[in-house]
């Protein structure tokens, strides 16, 4: 049995390479050793960490970098939600725009219902999920339709419904997030974007426009977008593109992405480009047409076929790229962390800031 105790002296080293000649000196207060593991915080002593502004150089290959794989997989298998709102008042195009976006018959209000399909005249809200599948990424599309906004005579509050429901599912989330038995994963109905059609009147935005985001975009990340951008001509366009700018910027509207939230320069750089050509114009189809032998979504005119996807024609593509392809991960982290971080302070808040929501409720509710 003695044998098996080695004497300090000739104990073997801990496997972990030696201190590099140009790191500094432990500070004389530092309790532990040279290696810097086991207590010290400076990061410059931990060697292979490459610490930039210590000047340490990497001296073996750690694997850090693989959390970047092991993020993929984990998204790969769990997938992810993505919940889009679409408001504006009958017939711009809403559903027509959403299944051109997601390049199927995602909303079931589409122009491709039958005509005898009565649009509601006061805002109900439907909310319609898909699964998509793209590369082995799965994604839990949501649609959240607003048939019947601004429809009415007299629209006032009318966006009382829609911020109703946006609330509804923070509070949802938040009913979850403060269970003791809280699930791993909480299903996510919160709105992370809401698309908001703009009649393309040329002339400037209607009070109910204003009205509307300036409630909701303190809830909400909206996405304004002038539709049927096809029935204005190239200078009409941008003349109404840059009032509505203007209008927007004179009510002190905040649209996404939201310059207070620029994370750093080269974020506000390449947001600073987007907002710049914002609200994008848009056209929306669901049909397709074969131009210069290639199928393309498009919209048949006695002049030609107004190509979707073309960027000389309209600016679906980079309305598509923008929501999707670079920001749809900002727009779930914004509302996450901004909106429904001001809902949930707010809410327990008002609660005492102790007690949990759920004490509210009847147990049985509570535990359902
Ligand atoms: P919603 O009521 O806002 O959902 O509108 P729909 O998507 O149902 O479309 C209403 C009508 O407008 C349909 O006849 C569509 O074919 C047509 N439409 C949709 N998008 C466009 C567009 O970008 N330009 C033009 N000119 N018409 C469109
Ligand atoms: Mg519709």
Redesign the pocket.
């Known amino acids: 049995m003695s044998e098996s105790i080695v004497p300090p002296e000739v104990r073997p080293k801990p496997a972990v390479p030696a201190k590099p000649p140009h790191v500094a000196a432990p500070s004389p207060t530092a309790p532990h050793g040279p290696s810097g593991l086991g207590g010290g915080v400076g990061v410059d002593r931990v060697p292979g960490l490459g610490h930039s502004g210590g000047g340490s150089t990497l001296l073996g290959y750690i694997g850090i970098d693989t959390i970047i794989e092991q993020m993929r997989k984990k998204t790969m298998k769990a997938g992810f939600d993505f919940n889009i709102m679409?408001v504006?008042?009958?017939?711009?195009?809403?559903?027509?725009?959403v299944n051109t976006l997601f390049k199927s018959q995602v909303?079931r209000?589409?122009?491709g219902w039958g005509s005898e399909h009565k649009?509601p005249k006061t805002v109900e809200i439907k909310a319609v999920s898909h699964v998509i599948e793209e590369g082995g990424v799965k994604m839990k599309l949501t649609v959240i339709?607003t048939?019947g906004f601004g429809d009415q005579i007299n629209n006032e509050n009318c966006w009382d419904p829609i911020s109703k429901y946006i609330n509804e599912q923070y509070e949802k989330f938040l009913k979850e997030e403060v269970n003791i038995a809280r699930k791993k994963r909480i299903p996510d109905t919160r709105v992370h974007c809401c698309l908001y059609?703009i009649s393309p009147t040329g002339h400037s935005l209607r009070q109910l426009d204003i009205e509307f985001m300036k409630h909701l975009s303190r809830v909400v990340n909206i996405i304004p977008v002038i539709?049927?951008?096809?029935?204005m001509t190239l200078d009409e366009k941008n003349e109404f593109k840059h009032r509505v700018r203007k209008e927007l910027e004179t009510h002190g509207i905040e649209y996404y992405p939201q310059n207070e939230f620029d994370d750093d320069m080269e974020d506000k750089n390449e947001n600073d480009k987007i907002r710049e050509t914002m609200p994008f114009a848009?056209?929306?189809?669901d049909k397709e047409f074969q131009v210069n032998g290639k199928r393309v979504l498009g919209?048949k005119t006695a002049w030609g076929v107004?190509e979707v996807e073309n960027p000389n024609h309209c600016e679906f593509a980079l309305l598509r790229d923008f929501l999707i392809r670079s920001h749809l991960q900002d727009l779930k982290e914004v509302t996450h962390n901004i909106h429904y971080e001001t809902y949930r302070a707010r809410r327990l808040n008002d609660n005492g800031g102790l007690h949990p929501i759920s004490l509210n409720l009847q147990p049985k509710e509570f535990w359902d």
């Open positions: 679409i504006g008042h009958s017939g711009l195009g809403k559903s027509t725009l909303s209000w589409s122009s649009i339709d048939p059609f539709a049927k951008s096809d029935t848009v056209v929306g189809s919209r107004v």
